[in-house]
T-cell receptor, first 113, second 111 residues
Framework: GAGVSQTPSNKVTEKGKYVELRCDPISGHTALYWYRQSLGQGPEFLIYFQGTGAADDSGLPNDRFFAVRPEGSVSTLKIQRTERGDSAVYLC???????????FGPGTRLTVT | QKEVEQNSGPLSVPEGAIASLNCTYSDRGSQSFFWYRQYSGKSPELIMSIYSNGDKEDGRFTAQLNKASQYVSLLIRDSQPSDSATYLCAGSNSGNTPLVFGKGTRLSVIA
């Protein structure tokens, strides 16, 4: 079946602009996660949804970052007033069941110039 | 602060040898552990999960967990050049909770 999909695959934006990154999870997966990965580092947790609600947003670095999942499927990560330090690969993962096996999408590479 | 530690490598092994990748974690509440393989420029791919003490084998891969020592390892038997990648160790509390990742160990299998 289809895996996790993310769009766009690459996004270049200017400092101060607003961006939206989209994630479409595996069908039927109720849990959806956003991570951010910088070069040479492991993925870093940002926010986690169970259904439509954000179950844990403790990883969001500041209030410029926001994410929604209005119908419990597709999620959008929104970044306002982008900064050069926001440049990274943004990964989305989804999971179902008790033991948190998370499956990652291909990621969106965000570059802020 | 929950931490997962891995040797960054690179770990170089000859083709056909056993590659041994190690990981330690700080949070005793962690219940589930995962190994992901990440090729350069690609996203992490789940290769093994382990939830209880002992060994779990899947093909050429064996994951080992020792909760008393807070230690997780991955053995890759008959290593192939196609196994060359960064291997990420991750842990989580039970249920659907976020993963805490190590920085990854870069493995190079030399033909």
């Amino acid at each position: 079946g289809a895996g996790v999909s993310q769009t766009p695959s690459n996004k270049v934006t200017e400092k101060g602009k607003y961006v939206e990154l989209r994630c479409d999870p595996i069908s039927g997966h109720t849990a959806l996660y956003w991570y951010r990965q910088s070069l040479g580092q492991g993925p870093e947790f940002l926010i986690y949804f169970q259904g439509t609600g954000a179950a844990d947003d403790s990883g969001l670095p500041n209030d410029r970052f926001f994410a929604v999942r209005p119908e419990g499927s597709v999620s959008t990560l929104k970044i306002q007033r982008t900064e050069r330090g926001d440049s990274a690969v943004y990964l989305c993962a989804s999971s179902a069941g008790q033991f948190s096996e998370q499956y990652f999408g291909p990621g969106t590479r965000l570059t802020v110039t | 602060q929950k931490e997962v530690e891995q040797n960054s490598g690179p770990l170089s092994v000859p083709e056909g040898a056993i590659a041994s990748l190690n990981c330690t974690y700080s949070d005793r509440g962690s219940q589930s552990f995962f190994w992901y393989r990440q090729y350069s420029g690609k996203s992490p791919e789940l290769i093994m999960s382990i939830y209880s003490n002992g060994d779990k084998e899947d093909g050429r891969f064996t994951a080992q967990l020792n909760k008393a020592s807070q230690y997780v390892s991955l053995l890759i038997r008959d290593s192939q050049p196609s196994d060359s990648a960064t291997y990420l160790c991750a842990g989580s509390n039970s249920g659907n909770t976020p993963l805490v990742f190590g920085k990854g160990t870069r493995l190079s299998v030399i033909a």
